[in-house]
């Protein structure tokens, strides 16, 4: 095996063309956020960005973007905002990660979405696990949405009553699937900051980076990626939102909002089948939802793989070394200590977000030094 560690602006026609195919042709590949062009935006924004090309006799094996942080740690390429990630690898192989990873000198490669598939046999302590939710509204969007409501019938007659009480009280629904609108987008984002200092979480769009590369998605290079904005009003007011990210006849669910004071109208709900029904106009075949909240989800989407949270460690002393480490800690989050064990694991997280998205120490001591006070076991 051999590993070529390049920027992503130096990926030829050759490699791109090579990973969309390796992409296309593996199911859990298929997101944006796994396909060379997201590496690429990444790139022009962050100059730590990173990508493994990994050889074998056949040729290329696989790629694997990547951040190279400090530490000799490697971080999901656009992380914290990569909702899935991992190695893109020739159908049919199998890729040695841990091998790959002492080759480029790195100590572990730290994934917090990365389908199982993508592990071709364990890498490392692997922290927790969660089912992805996807629809797949195929050619017929509106049977689909009527067959997911029927198998949840009780959910759905209490989400039927709020569409009924919108309509009665605020009028009819406007529901915009391609949003041009540049307000529409300062708006998510202004809520989502907004959501983030009410419950006192690490504010990931506040480092300039984060901004640029939101920025550059929306440059509109290839007809079949990019941002999409999808926004439902209420009179003319906006109660939902949602930035989304196409690619590969995919569009993911990314970051989504709704105004807190429309709340009884479950907006946010409301736009989602919006966008299900309107997948074809779109040119997706596939709404990717990501992992959790599955209790909404279930409602249009059905669970669809795994994604592992974990550390890829390299092998050899420095990767053994890490492996003992995140070990450690994890043994004290699984601990029956209580709070304890709680904030382990709340800090490990808020570190990890932290370290992924703060660029610059002074940002990350402050991150932390918030994170310690605000998480910290009574």
């Given amino acids: 095996m051999r590993v070529t560690e390049i920027r992503p602006s130096e990926l030829g026609e050759t490699e791109c063309g090579l990973w969309r195919q390796f992409a296309l042709n593996a199911p859990h590949a298929r997101s944006a956020f796994m396909g060379w062009r997201f590496t690429a935006c990444v790139g022009d924004v962050r100059d730590d960005a990173r990508v493994a090309v990994i050889e074998d006799e056949g040729g290329i094996l696989a790629f694997l973007p990547y951040h190279r942080r400090p530490m000799g740690i490697a971080r999901p390429i656009g992380a914290p905002f990569s909702d899935q990630h991992g190695p ?17 000198g790195l ?8 389908p199982a598939q993508c592990l071709s046999g364990p890498a490392g302590p692997v922290f927790s696990s969660a089912p992805v939710y996807a629809a797949a509204p195929g050619a017929d969007p509106q049977a689909y949405i009527d ?20 309509a009665r009280e605020r009028g009819p629904v406007e529901i915009v699937l391609d949003d041009q609108d540049p307000a529409a987008m300062e708006m998510i984002l202004q809520l989502k900051r907004r959501q ?10 506040g480092p300039g980076w984060s901004r640029a590369m939101f920025e550059r998605l929306q440059q509109r290079d290839a007809p079949d990626f990019g941002l999409r904005v999808a926004t439902l009003r209420l009179n003319a007011t906006m ?20 105004d807190p004071e429309m709340s009884n109208y479950a907006p946010g709900l409301q736009l ?4 299900i029904a309107g997948a074809p106009s779109l040119g997706v075949d596939r709404i990717d939802l990501g992992t959790g909240h599955g209790h909404y989800k279930e409602l249009f989407a059905d669970p ?8 890829a460690c390299a092998d050899g002393l420095a990767g053994g070394a890490r492996r003992a480490a995140t070990g450690l800690w994890r043994a004290a989050e ?3 200590l209580g709070p304890v064990s709680a904030f382990a694991g709340k800090l490990r997280r808020r570190s990890a977000q932290i370290a992924s998205v703060e660029t610059e120490f002074s940002g990350r001591a402050r991150g932390m030094i918030s994170a310690l006070t605000g998480a910290a076991p009574a």
């Fill in 272 to 275: 989602l089948q919006g966008v």
């Fill in 88 to 104: 893109v690898v020739r159908p049919g192989a199998a890729l040695d990660l841990k091998r790959a990873l002492k080759m480029l």
């Fill in 147 to 166: 067959r997911k409501r029927a198998e949840h019938s009780t959910r759905s007659k209490a989400f039927g009553k709020r569409e009924r009480k919108t």
């Fill in 196 to 205: 983030f200092r009410a419950t006192g979480k690490h504010d990931v769009l």
């Fill in 239 to 258: 109660a939902a939102g949602e930035i989304c990210l196409l690619g590969q006849s995919v569009l993911h669910s990314w970051i989504a909002v709704y």
């Fill in 304 to 311: 669809e793989g795994t994604y592992l949270e974990g550390a």
């Fill in 334 to 336: 699984t601990a029956p």
């Fill in 107 to 114: 100590t572990a490669y730290m994934h917090t979405a990365m």
